[in-house]
């Protein structure tokens, strides 16, 4: 047995030497050869095939590793715990005590950060419960309803513009502009979904995607409305009764509402979930002809879908608006679709937890590894391949509903009467 196993180690050794090679000899110009033009000189950097090859080595070996265990993990085993045991861990887990008084906690962490910590952390927190509200409105769209959408940003920018439009030609404040945002940004989906109700999959992405370039490119394009690239400045900042505030008590003031508002959009998302408008939702994921044949309104679900979800990013518009005082249509690029996307996929499309850990992955997690800004998006990149190869459900994957069935006929292997569906 111990003959065999090291015979297995050493074979995968010699696959790692192999693959290290192959990744030298191809990397070999670009990495080892450096050519001064000036000089007329060549530099050999040794130390960087070295480098190469020791990363290429390691990465081969541990793949390889992950993605044995991955197929030893996908055959099911028998749990060796024995039944009391784990009828005890499962009621320790129902046992929602522990659970409130962890979310107590959180809350009450999150309502004195802003206090003691610096403002440039402040800023960091407000961009991250804004992308929980932006991440939690593309939810209901891709992870409860299943419709695969790519143009978020364009109602981002569409509930920011909103603001600053209202703010600058009709002199509306914050608080009204607020909702007005948000029914803008429902709108505007609304109007999205009934040209695409037939689409889906790749179709409805690239139609979404297209909407979102449209979008940017009108406001780039209508400068004498908008001001083109150049933008709009000079948005104002939510006020407190008339009080005047500095820049720091603007941004703690700032950081409540966005707070408040990322509260609401969890409780709000948690609530449609389990509501008759959620259950359609659901399944009209699992299967649109089977929703139909069931007597679901399919038109109808899907244009709820689009007008809930957006309207989320059009209320996080505004408040991005009233925090940065200035906008611009290169804030709302695809790559800002993407990244909502990616909270989404990364976290759980589905799970509420999911996208709030997914939205700090993506968000504050580059914030403190400032170090590596020049490997950023290697980084990201590569966390993406790993978590759809390892983790494709997400970090936290959305569960459904379980039902434990008492039948007293029922005999299974380890002498339980109960079986859990």
């Known amino acids: 047995m111990e003959q065999a196993r090291l015979n297995i180690i050493l074979h995968e050794l010699k696959k790692s030497v192999l693959v290290s090679l192959w990744f030298m000899f191809l990397t070999f110009p670009i990495m080892v050869i450096r050519v001064n033009t000036l000089d007329h000189t060549i530099m050999w950097r040794w130390t960087n095939m070295a480098m190469i090859g020791c990363a290429a080595f390691v990465l081969s070996f ?89 143009g978020h940003a364009a109602f981002y920018a569409i509930g920011a513009y909103s603001y600053a439009l209202l703010s600058k030609y009709l002199g509306f404040g914050f608080w009204i502009a607020l909702p007005m945002g948000g029914i803008i940004a429902a709108l505007a989906g609304v109007a999205l979904a009934f040209p695409v109700l037939r689409l889906r999959g790749d179709y409805l992405a690239i139609v979404t995607l297209g909407f979102g370039e449209i979008v940017r490119l009108l406001l780039e394009n209508a400068g004498s ?96 608006a009233a925090k940065t005082t200035f906008i611009n249509p290169s804030s709302f690029t695809f790559f800002e679709s993407a990244i909502i996307l990616s909270i989404v996929v990364l976290g759980g499309m589905g799970s509420n937890a999911g996208v709030i850990l997914g939205a700090a992955f993506l968000v504050l997690l580059p914030e403190y590894l400032r170090a590596f800004s020049e490997y950023r998006m290697i980084l990201f990149a590569t966390a993406m391949v790993l978590m759809m190869v390892f983790r494709p459900t997400g970090l936290i994957p959305a569960r459904g509903r379980r039902y434990v069935v008492h039948d007293p006929d029922l005999d299974l292997d380890d002498g339980s009467k109960s079986k859990e569906v």
């Open 62 to 150: 541990f793949w390889r590793w992950a993605m044995k265990k991955k197929e030893a993990s996908a055959v099911p085993a028998k749990s060796s715990w024995p039944h009391w045991a784990r009828q005890n861990w499962a009621g320790y887990v129902e046992n929602k005590t522990w659970i409130y008084t962890l979310q107590g906690l959180m809350l009450l962490g999150f309502i004195i950060l802003p206090w003691i910590v610096s403002t440039y952390k402040t800023n960091i927190l407000i961009s991250f419960l804004t992308y929980v509200v932006l991440g939690l409105g593309l939810n209901i769209i891709v992870g409860v309803a299943g419709l695969l959408f790519l």
């Open 225 to 320: 409305f908008t001001g083109g690239p150049a933008g709009i400045s000079n948005i104002p900042r939510p006020q407190f009764f008339g009080m005047h505030l500095s820049v720091a008590e603007t941004n703690i003031y700032i950081y409540y509402i966005v707070f408040a508002l990322a509260l609401v959009t969890i409780i709000a998302v948690s609530r449609l979930k389990d509501s008759r408008i959620g259950r359609a939702l659901q399944a009209l994921r699992e299967d649109e002809i089977a929703c139909e044949a069931m007597g679901i309104d399919r038109v109808g679900v899907k244009l709820m879908a689009f007008g809930l979800g957006t309207a989320w990013a059009g209320f996080a518009g505004v408040i991005f």
